[in-house]
């Protein structure tokens, strides 16, 4: 299983794939846009816009290009919004943070939330569901409640992802226009929380932390899961920086 749109196996060049190199060591940001349901199918991911960073040794990085990475992350955003908005303000914003805030390689979304900063904006909200075995709610409902109840017409969504790369686990940031379905990674299969679904625009943000061992070796347990050695310090540091670019979004600059 597979959430990384570079990782699907197909040469992408010919669907208008682009890479550019930052000026932040080893850092690029890759674009891909699915604009037709041909794309889609051929490619298996949905319609939309895909934003791909990726920064190997993060943990090495100074909080300059940690900024730096939160920039593009904020401007990234920006561009989806003000398509999706038709250059209007988002007027209410609903935050949702998935996955378990108990687990280290399930707990982004949460720790993304703790550096978000709300005080003072009546209209951004945020929450985190946590996971059906927890809840015996699906995320989808949860959310859905959430969002009538705040009048949500924007919904960032954040979450952890799945790679088949042992070189991408912790060093990726996927920001798309289509939604996501919570657990999607590790073959649960969700109700998307999509702007199809919720009428709403649905953007989400994803890390990599997770991979099953059988990526590495063919005889290893399918349903053993592998996370980065140092997972603490780099979901610290992913939730720095995507939490930053959010604060953005709405002129706060504070990581926490």
Request: contains cysteine; negative net charge; charged residues 20%.
């Amino acid at each position: 299983m597979f959430d990384l749109i570079d990782e699907s196996g197909k040469d992408l060049s010919q669907y208008g794939y682009a890479v550019k190199t930052l000026p932040c060591g080893d850092a690029s940001l890759a674009y891909l846009k699915v604009d037709s349901h041909e794309k889609a199918e051929r490619l298996g991911f949905f319609m939309g816009e895909y934003f791909i960073i990726n920064a190997q040794k993060l943990l090495e990085k100074d909080y300059k290009s940690l900024d730096y990475l939160s920039g593009v992350c904020a401007n990234a955003l920006k561009q989806i919004i003000e398509q999706k908005l038709n250059n209007k303000k988002h007027q209410r914003c609903l935050l949702v943070g998935l996955g378990n805030p108990d687990i280290l390689a399930d707990c982004l979304g949460k720790s993304v939330l703790d550096n978000v900063d709300i005080e003072g904006k009546k209209n951004v909200f945020k929450f985190c569901p946590n996971i059906y075995a927890l809840t015996n709610i699906e995320t989808f409902d949860f959310v859905s409640f959430v969002q009538n109840g705040v009048g949500a017409n924007l919904i960032i969504v954040i979450d952890s992802l799945a790679t088949n790369e042992i070189s991408r686990l912790g060093c990726s940031i996927q920001i798309t226009s289509t939604g996501i379905a919570a657990g999607s990674g590790v073959g649960a299969k969700n109700k998307r929380i999509c702007e199809e679904n919720l009428g709403v625009p649905c953007i989400s943000i994803g890390v990599p932390f997770m991979m099953f061992a059988n990526s590495l070796a063919s005889d290893a347990p399918k349903d053993l899961l592998l996370s980065p050695k140092d997972i603490h310090e780099n979901v610290d540091v992913m939730a720095y920086i995507i939490g930053k670019a959010i604060n953005e979004m709405w002129g706060t600059n504070d990581g926490k």
